[in-house]
């Protein structure tokens, strides 16, 4: 199974990309987990893309590019993964096509803005496992501890609201013409074009896995 989930920040993409890889014993291919880990890591990598992360903006292609086709080389993509927050901007979707990476599905999470700004503002990260929270909407057990390692929470820098709102707008322009493009990819109904989805991202944690479950069922 290889399924992208396509979305704003924010629209919950890491948190229903846990139930879905655990679904089906496949690895969740954060893009964003993975430079993040190279900056805390203060790899070569790390130092070039920090700057542009906390800024909001889009890392270069070519480098995310080579980045995720690396990844998909190893062992554990023999099943299939889930692609979280790659592809972002059409050249990289084309890559993956170029590659002959086909894909099962697409699954887009619609969230209005204004939802967004109120779901970054209090997003909670552990970074070791990507593992996301909520202060309000999916609180850990104990406050400001990861429930299953006890280590500390932190608030990403990107997840302030000036750079939120930078993001959004970054995300409209580079990001959703990728809807399109799958969609239309979709209508050609071949053995190689994967199916499209739209989820409304609005409702619960527990109301979008029952609708994600609801449209995987059919695959
Ligand atoms: P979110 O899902 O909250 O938008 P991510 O964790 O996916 O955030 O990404 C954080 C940052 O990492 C982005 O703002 C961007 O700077 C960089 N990044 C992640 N994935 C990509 C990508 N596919 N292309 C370019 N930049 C990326
Ligand atoms: P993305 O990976 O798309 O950037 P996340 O999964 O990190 O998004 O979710 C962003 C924030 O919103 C997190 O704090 C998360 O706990 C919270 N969240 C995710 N889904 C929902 C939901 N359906 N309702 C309310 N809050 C949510």
Redesign the pocket.
């Known amino acids: 199974m290889r399924i992208i989930l396509l979305?704003?920040?924010?629209?919950?993409?890491?948190?229903?990309a846990k139930f879905l890889c655990e679904h089906y014993g496949i690895p969740q291919i954060s893009t964003g987990d993975m430079l993040r880990a190279a900056v805390q890591a203060n790899s070569p990598l790390g130092q070039h893309v920090q700057a542009i992360m906390a800024s909001g903006a889009l890392v270069p292609d070519e480098l995310m590019i080579d980045l995720v086709k690396q990844r998909i080389l190893d062992a554990d993509c023999q099943k299939g993964f889930l692609l979280?927050?790659f592809p972002r901007t059409l050249p990289q979707a084309q890559a993956l096509k170029d590659a002959g990476i086909d894909l099962d599905a697409v699954i887009e999470?619609q969230v209005a803005d204004e939802v967004i700004i109120q779901?970054?503002s209090?997003?909670?990260v552990h970074p070791a496992s990507g593992r996301?929270?909520?202060q309000d909407?999916?609180p850990a057990k104990i406050s400001g501890i990861d429930d299953e390692t006890g280590e500390p929470l932190i608030q990403r820098v990107d997840d302030q609201a000036d750079t939120v709102r930078h993001r959004l707008s970054v995300y409209h322009q580079q990001t959703t013409p990728l809807i399109a493009y799958y969609l239309d990819l979709a209508a050609l109904q071949t053995e190689k074009s994967p199916q499209f989805f739209s989820i409304d991202?609005s409702?619960?944690?527990d109301q979008?896995r029952a609708a994600l479950i609801d449209v995987l069922g059919v695959l």
Do not use: E, M
């Open positions: 979305g704003s920040p924010g629209a919950g993409k890491g948190t229903q979280d927050g999470i779901r970054l209090g997003r909670r996301v929270y909520h909407f999916h991202g409702q619960t944690v979008v």
